[in-house]
């Protein structure tokens, strides 16, 4: 039999493009599905900036009547597996990724129906056609609706399974029907079977209805999105789908993120010898500003790296932030996201100038520092499909302090690796850092909650393994 191949369509991948986890998730699985005997290849855009890969094909791409030359450049990734960046300038060399000042570009339609064509095009002039296509949200959503209709007699790509994977429900990719047309959709997708959606037509509902397999990024959150309360308008379409509804939780990359081998920090350490944690800690209070004197290194630090919005608990750390900065704890912060949380951290910062720091920005090398130098990482979110930062914690002895839900719950065993909020309020967040900070003041108790997290196994490879059995069962089903 030939070598098993995987085609990964998706908006964003380390190292080229980045603004959460999915990137993560693209840049890691390829090369872990290679380890497994797969050939795996991830298809997304050539936004500004990137500079890696050279072109293997150049051909015309039409989408919805827009046709465009478009090159494609291909990148090696770790392990044999590749990346395909789509070079199509006029959509995708602009300023940001998705938009500029939190609003998506208007032809956000456009611009990923494109790529998902010149995913499939590309993927048709290779030698051996992809045996599954694997997309990735709502970006990728036409993917699994294209290979159902415009190539379900195609010669080469007829017949071929496709897996969807949510990573966030809460982005749809909703617009207005009179894309249809614009995406090369019939009218018949209009129905509320197909890809309509409360009057308009969602791509991540095309992604969920045509998927032979609908997979997302931990067991809880699978649960948690056939609910009225997390389903966002979409739990009764993935009840219909319970059945081929998986939950497979992601892996961190543990080269990219491991405290004995990382170059951000001062002194590596790890589960043998975790004295390089203090250096890191110093480290991390210096960058910032802040004091880094004996007091300020007994003084529980507390971290957080997110994206500043509601989904990420920021309302909630809002409401009990006056509590918290009277504790005798320090903050360090760094996010990016909505104007009136960055400004709330800011104001925080002002009146606490010696214990709250916060950097608005995304900035790699800092997330690292406070990974590796905080005490406890702080993640109160209202809804986290997965969630990364909680794991990376937990690999750099940083104690996690996590809502109980979704990837957070599956991860964090409360009083054993971290502490979980027994509910979404600020008294619930008090109670739980207040059972932390106990737990610091006992070195012993401290130390065995370090350890609990740093021995877990986070890596790709069993995730990988969780993917390579849902793509053999969905070629188990396929007659070509
Ligand atoms: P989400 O994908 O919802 O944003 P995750 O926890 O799954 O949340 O992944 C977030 C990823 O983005 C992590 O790798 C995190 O370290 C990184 N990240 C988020 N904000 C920043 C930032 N401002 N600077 C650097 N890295 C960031």
Known sequence: MARRSVLLVGSEAQPFAKTGGLADVLGALPPALQRLGWDATVVLPRYRGVTAGTVVDTFPVTSGGFTRDTRFYEAPLADGARAVLVDCPEL????????????????????????????LEFAARRETPPSIVHAHDWQAGLVPVYLRTLYAAHPVLRGTPSIFTIHNLAYQGVYESDWLPRVDLGWDQFAPDRLEFYGRFSMLKGGIVDGRFVTTVSRRYAEEIQTPAFGFGFDGILRARRADLVGILNGIDDVEWDPARDPFLPTRFSAADLSGKRDAKAAVLQRYGLAADEAALARPLVGMVSR??????????????????????????????EPRYQDMWRAAAARHPDRVAVRIGFDESLAHQIEGGADMFLMPSRFEPCGLNQMYSMRYGTVPIVAGVGGLADTVADGVS???????????????LDRALAAFSDPAAWRALQLAGMRQDFSWDRSAREYVKIYERALAGVRR
């Open 308 to 337: 500043m919005v509601d989904q990420k608990g920021f309302d909630l750390i809002a409401a009990a932030l006056d509590d918290l900065t009277r504790l005798d704890i320090a903050f360090v912060v760094l996010g990016t996201g």
């Open 92 to 119: 995708y060399d602009r300023a940001g990724i998705y938009g500029a000042d939190s609003t998506d570009y208007p032809d956000s339609p456009r611009r990923f129906a494109f790529l998902s064509r010149a995913a």
């Open 418 to 432: 971290g502490f979980v909020l027994a509910a979404h309020t600020p008294a619930a967040l008090r109670e739980a």
